[in-house]
């Protein structure tokens, strides 16, 4: 009955605006539908999982993006293909006698098994109707002499099916205005927050109990939650969405300019990052601004001798401290960052400072005008591409954005498209090496390429 507006669809409308009075029905992802059979049942689901069901979209920069988690025909018919091989996998009279002892289809036995198998797998109390609904199919299974394990069976089967599974769903009030969360509501956004997965049985009982209308019992909760293994496991994958790392397994940089890029590089850098971040923020508790500025890194041998740092040896990533002088320090100069700022050729200082303002600083930059070509305009007598954006910087359409985000792009142009790093840019035609320091053609100009970056911050 609740009155929900559909004006407002286009994901563009939200950027930079807060909806914090919004509250979505959110479907599960596909990571947090994984988590949730696990936790609830035991089955690990993962790799069929991801197999059958579609992939979830990126939507402001991530996949858990309520307004962009929809469903098809496609997922109802995978979830309804996971119910069955899930149930199949499951030990049912196991699972029930966890709820109940009983093993008859009487209502004593059956209804308070409905209730409070159904309290956890669906992360709230059922309604009446709900124990009704459920209760009819082992009536009817009964009826037509199935056995006990296959009744219960198909009511996980349905369970695993059902919305309050798949979605995360809150009441709502009948005109769609904010409305106080409930106990198991608030169970939920917490653990699907901090371990990307359903409440355990202690933040259910807190919320059966009224304790989480307490502030400061949420407080303990939260701190319990924290010292779980599955808060790390689940920032790493914030990071790894934060950043868009899942780009590096697609990336194929030109092979004739980069022959030394392949799948396992690419691995590498994804777990230099996310190791970087599980010893900043878990091992060692520093603040996150250490993130942008610690003299350290996690690498592989391969890793190392792409880095030119000395002395790695065996097979296994490992921290090792950066040496002095080195150009690098922070997640910003690691190979995985580098890369998926990047093209398959080349660099761009634009492209490099947009990202950091949109995914550090948190400011998306102004589309430019329209009819406004690329770095082009009145390049004559440009030497270098900071002359170059210079030109381009003085239209005055222009200069206000790239004054922002220019200087944080060139920052890091003394990496190569693959995080190497480099003093001077390639030739174009050749493989990039560090020392090469060619005529360069761009755009009809031809320029000397110099140092990337001098003592003065100048070509």
């Known amino acids: 009955g609740a009155s929900w507006t559909v004006a407002v669809i286009d994901p563009a409308n939200y950027t930079n605006e807060s909806h914090a009075r919004q509250n979505w029905v959110r479907r599960l992802t596909i990571p947090e539908y994984i988590e949730t059979v696990r936790a609830t049942v035991g089955v690990d689901i993962g790799v069929i999982a991801r197999r059958v069901l579609p992939p979830d979209l990126r939507a402001d920069g991530f996949s858990n993006t309520a307004y962009n988690l929809n469903v098809d025909l496609k997922h109802v018919d995978a979830f309804a293909q996971l119910a069955d091989i899930i149930v199949k996998r499951m030990d049912v009279p196991a ?37 009704v609904a459920y209760r009819g199919i082992t009536t009817t299974l009964a009826a037509a002499g199935v056995s006990y394990q296959e009744a219960v069976g198909a009511v996980i089967k349905v369970m695993l099916q059902s919305p309050r599974f798949i979605y995360r769903i809150e009441n709502q009030q009948g005109d769609g205005t904010p409305w106080p969360v409930g106990g198991f509501e608030l169970a939920s956004r917490l653990s699907y927050i901090i371990w990307g997965g359903p409440p355990d049985k202690e933040l259910l009982r807190a919320a059966e109990a009224g304790e989480l209308s307490d502030r400061n019992r949420v407080a303990e909760q939260v701190r319990r939650m924290l010292q779980d293994s599955r808060t790390v496991d689940q920032s790493a994958r914030f990071i790894t969405e934060w950043l868009d790392l899942g780009r590096l397994a697609n990336m194929r940089p030109d092979p004739r300019r980069f022959p030394n890029w392949d799948a396992q590089l690419a691995d590498d850098m994804r777990k230099e990052t996310t190791e970087f971040f599980k010893e900043v923020v878990w091992k060692q508790r520093r603040p996150l601004s250490e993130l942008l500025n610690a003299q350290f890194t ?33 997640f910003l100069s690691q190979g995985s960052v580098l890369k998926v700022t990047a093209n398959g050729t080349n660099t761009s200082p634009v492209l490099r400072g947009t990202w950091v303002m949109e995914r550090i600083l ?50 890091l142009e003394s990496f190569n498209p693959i995080g190497g790093y480099r003093e001077h840019y390639r030739s174009l035609g050749n493989t990039e090496h560090p020392k090469v320091n060619r005529l360069a053609k761009g755009r009809g100009v031809q320029y000397r390429q110099g140092p990337v970056v001098d003592a003065s911050g100048n070509f």
């Open 362 to 411: 948190g400011k998306t930059p102004t589309p430019p005008p329209p009819n406004i070509p690329g770095v082009e305009p009145d390049i004559r007598g440009a030497e270098s591409l900071r002359d170059l954006l210079a030109k381009h910087r003085s239209m005055e359409s222009c200069r206000g954005c790239h004054a922002k985000f220019d200087p944080l792009g060139f920052a």
């Open 298 to 330: 996690f690498v592989t041998p391969r890793l190392a001798e792409h880095y030119e740092v000395p002395g790695v040896t065996g097979v296994e990533i490992r921290k090792v401290k950066l040496p002095a002088g080195s150009p690098r320090g922070g």
């Open 95 to 131: 699972f029930a006698q966890k709820f109940s002892r009983g093993r008859k289809f009487t209502d004593k036995d059956m209804r308070p098994l409905i209730a409070k198998m159904g309290q956890w797998l669906l992360r709230g109390p059922l309604e009446e109707r709900e124990v």
